[in-house]
């Protein structure tokens, strides 16, 4: 267990619906890390927030959105939903955001768009 | 772009064999190399490697960084059932962020 908190496990919803991905890092993490894992497209960084605030991006769609709450803890909205954004996704944290802290992955959330 | 390229993409073995994986990366900002085992989920980390030349260890398993040539090994000796799984490298990209580029992994089959 990597102390990394992911909810839903598993969510099947509608092309053009909308969800929320909920993520809780590990204690006193304050960098969260979010990522898709598709089978043609392996692990792809999506975005980094560190201490509520955005630190990096990386291939997110503009469909896509995130943040990180106060209390650290970080959502991962998708809307307008299509087939191909079912996917894996990963939540993951480290201490700081810099070289030196590894990073550890929370067990994921499995989204099927039907 | 960034790039991680692993090899080989899947590898059979039998128990007690040696393997060795591969990473070759172009990073920008490269920071570290990271090795990770996904089983069923979530990767769960093995190694983090920052200079060329010094090896990590944990177990049967070991890790060395080539900064020079870019690329990265992971040695598994007398392997074992358990050691299945799919293997992932990641450049980590550093400055201030962390974003790790993953390769697609190697998946590695251990038979009896």
């Known amino acids: 267990d990597s102390g990394v908190t992911q909810t839903p496990k598993h969510l099947i919803t509608a092309t053009g619906q909308r969800v929320t991905l909920r993520c809780s890092p590990r204690s006193g993490d304050l960098s969260v890390y979010w990522y898709q894992q598709s089978l043609d497209q392996g692990l792809q960084f999506l975005i980094q927030y560190y201490n509520g605030e955005e630190r990096a991006k990386g291939n997110i769609l503009e469909r896509f959105s995130a943040q990180q709450f106060p209390d650290l803890h970080s959502e991962l909205n998708l809307s307008s939903l299509e087939l191909g954004d079912s996917a894996l996704y990963f939540c993951?944290?480290?201490?700081?955001?810099?070289?030196?802290?590894?990073?550890?992955f929370g067990e994921g959330s499995w989204l099927t768009v039907v | 772009e960034d790039k991680v390229v692993q090899s080989p993409l899947s590898l059979v073995v039998h128990e007690g064999d040696t393997v060795t994986l591969n990473c070759s990366y172009e990073v920008t900002n490269f920071r570290s190399l990271l090795w990770y085992k996904q089983e069923k989920k979530a990767p769960t980390f093995l190694f983090m490697l920052?200079?060329?030349?010094i090896e990590k260890k944990s177990g049967r398993l070991s890790s060395i960084l080539d900064k020079k040539e870019l690329f990265s090994i992971l040695n598994i000796t007398a392997t074992q059932t358990g050691d299945s799984a799919v293997y992932l490298c990641a450049g980590g990209e550093g400055a201030g962020s962390y974003q790790l580029t993953f390769g697609k992994g190697t998946k590695l089959s251990v038979i009896p």
């Open positions: 993951a944290s480290s201490a700081q955001g810099v070289l030196g802290n590894t990073i550890y």
């Open positions: 920052t200079s060329s030349g």
